[in-house]
């Protein structure tokens, strides 16, 4: 007869849920997100246009939709903890393939790796997290921010990286930040694969459930607004504090101020996302969301900027963590993986068709505050949307 299982400490949960956190750190803090650190490089030293700057984002995102697509069956396959090292790993391989070489090609197809990556961790990852915010019902809230936090940590060290090594190496240096940025994806992934993260992935999140859209459609609409609409701010704001006279001190102090209000979600957000079982946290987080977005557009001094990143990046990861939150309120765990898929797949159709038009507004009208505009009208749109999101019954799928 074999021991009885002990239970695992609040504190090891914690733990658990900032290793799973690293997921994200590499597939979207570093993955996707330290692009837009070296677009402004790369497009000088290889001669993009803002459309081809802004393709490598939309082939990243659409690498994140065919992964968010597969990401459910893929957990299911192989178990959420195999899937999260794994496709952590594979991002962290494919920031090195973007450090070998300046192919517009290889480079397309790395940015699709990474981007397919990205979305299996985050799915299965975003599901172990749930699963031990499930257990905790007093933290919850705050656990499961900690896991969509996550790229916060990415986009922080990317801050303090990037911007000073384009700076001492020069122009024509963005394969550098690539490898630096693989140095740090490499250091992050080792936890995964020495944490149990197999404690987590017991139990019904791994089975299939079944999802309606129809119930929900609202809410999708929403996301892919979302997604749509924070990837241009996301993608183009370095290049347009670059434009504004802005050297790599002032660079790095954004992008961090991005990643470091970002850290701080989980305690900002854990009562609001707590408020509604239906869109209620998300217009509230998503409206914050577009208020920090529009703030370039009233000016181009470092206080609004710095108040900009603030902003926008409080409510950025936050927004992801609603959709959690209204997943895990309104269906049984069984449904889990599914339903988080299906909000990952809206956001990644969004996000996938974002950059490529909002360069080429951006090509056609020769300024970057178009590509703000529509950004931050997009996210409103959502956030007005949200509202009209209705609380399901608990465990029904339609």
Sequence with gaps: MSAPERPTAPANLTWLILILSLAPSVGLGLGRFAYSLVLPDMRDSLGWSYSSAGFMNT??????LAGALIAASVARRFGPAASTRWSTAA??????????????IVLSFARLVVGIAAAIGFVAGGTLAATIAQSQPARSNVLLSLFYAGPGIGILLSGLVAPFVLQYFGPGSWWIVWWAMTVLAIAMTVPMFVARLDIAASGPQTARGRFAIRPVIILLAAYFLFGAGYIAYMTFMIAYVRDGGGGALAQSAFWSLIGLSALATPWVWRRTLGLDRGGLSMTIVLGVNAIGAAMPLLGHTPLLLGLSALVFGVAFFAVVTSTTAFVRFNYPPAAWPTAIAAMTISF??????????????TDAMGSLSYALNVSAAMLAAGAILSAFQRPLQRGAPS
């Design 59 to 64: 082939i990243n995102a659409a690498g994140y």
């Design 91 to 104: 991002a962290a391989v494919s920031l090195a393939l973007c450090a070998l070489t300046g192919n517009f």
């Design 348 to 361: 990644g159709i969004g996000q996938t068709l974002g950059p490529v038009v909002v360069g080429a507004i």
